[in-house]
């Protein structure tokens, strides 16, 4: 069985924290969690929830011996996990310590993201946060955690070919997209790969339609000053390449298109103009559900850098 080691709260540092729930694209995200914590030389935490209830009508009281069997069951899932983390990280490896809960798993990664340096899910799984992390618990998860969430679908990212990609990441030129920046300048900088930086101009809700005012001239503006914005970083992270593009396009579009040769996709939770609500509302849902890699979703600035 999987050792039950001290609540994540009680590391030394800001662990890195990935929920599974025996599902394949569950496994998908401790191996990327792993990778990443082996990265940041930061502590991994696996958990999993024994939670019962959730759906409609009554809740099950569940008798001693199926909460021991669910339990085991729940020590079994963390015990594939760890192993498929230790593989995605070879001698690299983080140290890493497991926790079967009771608790909604929601409620659970909410609490927990007020002591950890990222939250990692997968995409869909089974039972507890099973019937899909894109549903109910992916949203709740992203719109309250207290540290950058990142969505795991069913690639992992952590191949070779994946790890030579560079990593995406979608601006706004407001002060909103400065977290997501200096995650996605970070996680460059320390995979040794470039970063495309895209600021996708679709802002129709102003009445201004840039296709017919003169995109040409708007487009060097907005270049001018998204350049301006990224020159701290250059200064701070002189090794990452970077590719600025701006262009004339929906936001979800743009970045999916720019996620098909990206190991990672890294997004602010909300912007203006075209990025309005983004991966709160319609947005979230189109750019979540679609990108095959990695996505990484940044309320604030990171904790524990």
């Not at 082996?38 to 696996?46: G, I, K, N, Q």
């Not at 959730?54 to 729940?74: C, K, Q, R, V, Y």
């Not at 969505?151 to 952590?158: D, E, G, L, Q």
Request: with cysteine.
């Amino acid at each position: 069985m999987a050792p039950r080691p001290a609540a994540p709260q009680r590391h030394t540092e800001p662990p890195i924290i990935a929920a599974v729930d025996g599902s394949a694209v569950g496994y998908h995200a401790a191996a990327w969690a792993a990778a990443e914590a082996a990265l940041h030389s930061r502590p991994l935490h696996l958990v999993t929830s024994i939670a019962i209830g959730g759906g409609f009508g009554p809740t099950p009281i569940p008798t001693e011996d199926d909460m021991s069997w669910l339990h085991l069951d729940g020590e079994r899932i963390l015990l594939e996990a760890a192993r498929i983390a230790r593989a995605a990280t070879g001698e690299h490896r983080a140290v890493i310590t497991t926790e079967v809960t009771t608790d909604a798993i929601i409620g659970h990664l909410i609490e927990a993201s007020k002591h950890a340096r990222a939250i990692v899910v997968g995409s869909r799984g089974l039972g507890a946060i099973r019937r899909g992390l894109l549903g109910s618990v992916a949203s709740e998860i992203i719109r309250h955690a207290e540290c950058p969430v990142t969505v795991v679908h069913a690639m992992s990212a952590t191949d070779a070919v994946s790890a030579v990609e560079s990593v995406l990441v979608g601006v706004d030129g407001t002060e909103n997209s400065v977290p997501a920046l200096e995650l996605a300048f970070e996680e460059a900088s320390r995979r040794n790969v470039g970063l495309v930086v895209l600021h996708a101009w679709s802002d129709r809700s102003s009445g201004l339609d840039p296709s017919i005012i003169g995109w040409d001239e708007m487009r060097a503006s907005e270049d001018a000053l998204l350049a301006e914005s990224l020159a701290g970083f250059a200064e701070r992270y002189p090794e990452v390449k970077v590719d600025r593009r701006v262009v004339l396009d929906r936001p979800v579009r743009s970045l999916l298109d720019a996620a098909e040769h990206a190991q990672l996709v890294v997004v602010g939770s909300h912007g203006r103009g075209g990025f309005t609500g983004m991966l709160l509302g319609s947005t979230s849902t189109a750019l979540v559900h679609s990108v095959e890699c990695p996505i990484t979703v940044v309320r604030q600035r990171l904790r524990g850098r």
